[in-house]
């Protein structure tokens, strides 16, 4: 027979020579076996409690093309530590042919079935139990202030310090500090990361071995962090001398050890103690940057209050400054206008891609562009043309025939008998007899409730054409005043979701010598000459909304 051998080793920490090793056994079992040895498959590092090996998955793919007849490994251990998996890939071997040798089972045996059932369950009790091992033993060290592993940005681990205790790393730790002061002094976690990474700061995960999103900079996530799970940053407690064990875990899935799930642990299960030499924040910047976070929570949960969702309920910065911020778009690739240098408003396509991105390289004076597009929409609002044209559209509306008023009074007569008979019903005592009966009165009275709301809002007059059509013209210029009144207040935010809601947003675009503005909702605002090819200056307006 055809024999695939396999071996595997758990952790890093074990002997390379293991895999040599274990082949050296199982080359002994296929001899003894008569078999010929055609493959050899191994995975090192990897748990046998989880499917994601590769050796192992190459090992089904050829076993499933029948490229040979029995696997060989020195126990099936070696093969699986979990019965999720070790159950159904023997019933799948046993259907393809395939027999199973190690020096704990052998599937050509009647008894294969119960001695791999008692060898699967006594290997995945094994693989708990150094879990449960390993813990306790971490547990011993965090009570008796030891390290008990893992790493943070700004100290040197205990076990690469050469003290054997976890030592503050000075350039770090000064880094830490920075960052905690920027966040108190109104920075963002973003706008830090930033700036760290303009800097050529090193990141965290820089000289750990990580993938390569954690290597490749620093992000405001790293940064800002979770406070609830006490990562990231801002959260560490440790950077104010107290250090915390056992706040979480993360429970392996029972059909996949490579999965796994944080949980939270009770704070009675805490292992907290004091360590001032482990102190980098002093207490007064670290308050400082408390109040901040918790005042952003804040924000954030009034926001999402309001209806916002949480993405944009996070983004707690300054907001648009100017009336016109975030109402300008490029008429040629879509982008914002931004503030692209003093009081001057540049497509954003152009000024962070350059022309390749977009050739729109026209900028406006931020006043100038303010003052066209309000007077823009106050001249064309007040315009008789405008107004005229609006009455006409209005007149057309409401001449327009409408559907036949509700006439439900026939069945109202109807549900008021029905609830009356019923009210009679209770009243002779039937009630108690007839639950149907309770149901059916409360059917009826809803229903009738609602034939009744129905009615009264078809018996409502309908507002005439001649009533409605003089107060028209009195409701555009009102919208004039109230935009005038908001702008006069200095209430930009105000002013800018009126313009927003009358005219939609402004679309910027040009060519050769000149530049327009357009409103969403209607014709052009302004029209205005390039000057020296760069900034707007007014040349002429007209249109209507």
């Known amino acids: 027979m055809r024999a695939a051998l396999y071996a595997r080793y758990s952790t890093d920490l074990q002997r390379e020579q293991s895999i040599d090793d274990q082949f050296r056994v199982a080359e002994r079992l296929a001899e003894q076996n008569g078999f010929t040895v055609t493959a050899k498959f191994f995975d090192r590092a990897i748990s046998g409690g989880t499917t994601q090996r590769p050796g192992y998955q190459y090992l089904l793919r050829c076993a499933r093309n029948h490229e040979f007849d029995a696997v060989v490994a020195e126990d099936t251990s070696r093969l699986w530590r979990n019965l999720a998996e070790q159950s159904p890939r023997l019933a799948e071997l046993s259907d393809l042919g395939i027999v199973i040798v190690t020096h704990d089972l052998d599937t050509r045996h009647d008894s294969a079935e119960i001695m791999g059932a008692v060898g699967g369950a006594m290997a995945s009790a094994y693989r708990k139990e150094i879990g449960r091992r390993t ?61 760290l990474n303009r800097e050529g700061v090193p990141s965290p995960g820089a000289g750990w071995e990580r993938s390569q999103r954690r290597k490749s900079g620093w992000m405001g996530s790293a940064i800002n962090g979770d406070h609830a799970r006490g990562i990231g940053i801002l959260n560490n407690d440790t950077y104010r001398g107290i250090v915390v064990w056992n706040r979480s875990r993360w429970i392996r899935s029972a059909a996949d050890s490579s999965k796994r799930k944080y949980t939270q642990n009770p704070r009675t299960e805490w292992i907290v103690r004091k ?72 497509c954003s396509g152009n000024i962070n891609g350059g022309l390749a991105l977009c050739a729109n390289d026209a900028k406006i004076h931020r006043q100038t562009a303010e003052m066209e597009v309000v007077s823009g929409f106050k001249r064309d609002i007040r315009s008789p043309a405008v107004k005229e044209e609006a009455c006409r559209d209005a007149r057309s509306l409401l001449r327009k025939p409408t559907s036949k008023p509700s006439d439900n009074h026939e069945r109202i007569a109807q549900l008021r008998a029905e609830v009356g008979n019923i009210a009679d019903a209770i009243a002779s005592g039937m009630m108690r ?108 307006s007209g249109g209507r909304i």
């Open 433 to 540: 007899a007839s639950k149907a009966l309770a149901s059916r009165l409360r059917a009826a009275e809803s229903e009738l409730e609602r034939e009744e709301q129905a009615q009264a809002l078809s018996d409502a007059p309908t507002p005439s054409a001649e009533r409605l059509l003089p107060a028209l013209p009195a409701i555009f210029d009102r919208l004039v005043d109230n935009l005038d009144a908001t702008l006069a207040s200095g209430d930009l935010t105000r002013g800018r979701e009126e313009i927003r809601s009358l005219v939609g947003c402004v679309t910027v675009r040009a060519d050769a010598d000149q530049i327009s503005l357009f409103y969403e909702r209607g014709n052009f605002a302004a029209t205005m000459i390039k000057a020296t090819g760069t900034h707007a200056i007014l040349c002429g």
């Open 275 to 346: 360590d001032e030499r482990l102190r980098i924040v002093p207490d007064v910047l670290w308050d400082r940057a408390k109040a901040r976070q918790s005042g952003q929570a804040g924000l954030i949960g009034m926001r999402v209050k309001r209806g916002l969702s949480a993405a944009m309920a996070s983004r707690t910065g300054a907001g648009p400054k100017y009336l016109l911020s975030s109402l300008l778009r490029c008429g040629h690739c879509g982008s914002n206008y931004v503030i692209a240098g003093r009081d001057i408003y540049g």
């Open 135 to 195: 813990r306790r033993g971490l547990e011993g060290l965090a009570r008796n202030g030891k390290s008990a592993g893992g790493r943070a940005y700004g100290y040197i681990p205990a076990a690469q310090s050469g003290t054997q205790n976890i030592e503050i790393d000075p350039a770090q730790a000064a880094v830490v500090v920075r960052i905690f002061s920027l966040y108190a002094d109104g920075h963002s976690p973003r706008g830090i990361a930033d700036l």
